[in-house]
Every structure is written in C-alpha cells, then in structure tokens.
C-alpha cells in the first residue's frame, strides 16, 4: 500500500474530523498530493491540494473550513475538516501525482482519473444534521 488512509467517521454538523495520508518516502517526496470525494451519483471531485513546496490551494466549497498540514518526520499529511456540513458527507480518497494532474481542484474526468499514479483507499466521512 503506497498510500494508507485513515480518519473518516460520523460527525453531527459543525463538528470535526482530521484525515490522513501517509505515503512512501518516495511519493511523499516526489509528487504533490490532493483530497478528493465522491458522493452517491457524482464525480470524484478534488477539494484540497499540497504541492511539494507547501503550497496549499482549497476548493471554494470548503476553503476556511478544511487545511492540509504535514508531518515529513511521518511522510503524512491531514486533512483537517471544521465546521463540517451535511453536503460534506463523501468517501474521501487521497491521491499523489504531478502537480498539473492533482492540484487543479476539478472533478475528474475519466482520462485524468486513470492518470493519477496513487490512490489511497479511500475513507467514509458522513455529516449528519
């Protein structure tokens, strides 16, 4: 497993939760990194992104919400998530690749889906009211 995630869970709306991402020496060093979800019936769409230099961008939907920070003692980086919402309620997966594939925060199309090299497994958050 090249990405191990872990974090998810139930949370009443307005509370928290924090996900991480932990990488192999190499992908966390190499390439940048993006949180993704998917909810019943939509596409994977990208919601926060890290670029090797620290770079953080954040997708309208949650920016001052949610932060990525990192760890590179621990080659992990979390995904914090405040005053979570309903709307918020997803399979989250993170995912590594070049900075052109995973920081433009989008939803995927089939093509990009199939290019990014690393996909974590993916972890249920559900917000309830």
């Known amino acids: 497993v090249q990405l191990e995630e872990s974090g998810g869970g139930l949370v009443q709306s307005g509370g928290s939760l924090r996900l991480s991402c932990t990488a192999s020496t190499y992908i966390y060093n190499t390439y940048s990194m993006a949180w993704f979800r998917q909810s019943p019936g939509k596409g994977r769409e990208g919601v926060a992104a890290?670029?090797?230099?620290?770079?953080?961008t954040y997708a309208d939907s949650v920016k001052g919400r949610f932060t990525i920070s990192q760890d590179n003692a621990k080659d992990t980086r979390y995904l914090q998530m405040n005053s979570l919402k309903p709307e918020d309620t997803a399979i989250y997966y993170c995912a590594a690749g070049p900075p052109w594939l995973v920081l433009p925060l989008r939803q995927l199309d089939n093509r990009d889906f199939d290019n990014v090299p690393y996909w974590g497994q993916g972890t249920q958050v559900t917000v309830e009211t």
């Open positions: 890290i670029a090797t230099d620290g770079t953080t």
